[in-house]
């Protein structure tokens, strides 16, 4: 748990004064020391144990239910990351389908352009976007199959 206090406190950017200070606001009266023993204690010395109420407090101010603040930083992470991927796989499966539904209206659009000039100028327009999100698709894909392999796949931000 004290793992866990420390690595919730770094993620937001707290001081040890900074969260004693969010702590007493909720009525909870760890002070910076209290907070340096339970965290990081002398070399000799155990942890400082930390109270039911205290244990609420801190549960409050990182806004996060108590089980959470129990389990270690790096078993909250393999779950949160398993959430993520579980959610990519949902929205991959949403732009496949979209990108089904996106092909067949081309498809549609195609049969009337030369009936129309503004639809021929709208089409190469959609045409563009329909390229950039194959490319994505493409990437996606490329990323799971690296993933499938072990590897990590490269990640590209667009700045």
């Known amino acids: ?15 040890r004064t900074e969260l004693s200070n969010r702590l007493s ?3 909870c009266d760890l002070k910076e020391q209290d907070l340096y023993n339970i965290e990081s ?14 244990l609420a407090a801190l549960a409050e101010v990182f806004e996060m239910q108590i089980p959470n603040l129990l389990t270690a930083p790096s078993t909250y992470l393999s779950g949160k990351a398993a959430r993520i ?6 929205r991959r499966i949403e732009l496949v389908k979209a990108y089904k539904e996106l092909d067949a209206l081309f498809k549609q659009a195609f049969m ?3 009936n129309d000039p503004d639809l021929v100028r709208l ?5 563009r976007l329909e390229g950039a ?12 199959v ?9 990640v590209r931000r667009r700045g």
């Open 85 to 90: 991927v579980e959610e990519m796989g949902e």
């Open 1 to 15: 748990m004290r793992q866990r206090i420390a690595y919730e406190r770094d993620q937001r950017g707290w001081s």
């Open 123 to 127: 089409v190469a327009s959609c045409a």
């Open 25 to 27: 606001i909720v009525g």
């Open 41 to 54: 204690p002398p070399p000799g010395r155990p942890p400082r144990v930390v109270k039911v109420d205290e």
């Open 133 to 144: 999100v194959a490319d994505v698709i493409d990437a996606v894909l490329s990323a799971e």
């Open 146 to 154: 690296a993933l499938e392999a072990g590897a990590r796949p490269a």
């Open 112 to 114: 009337l352009m030369p």
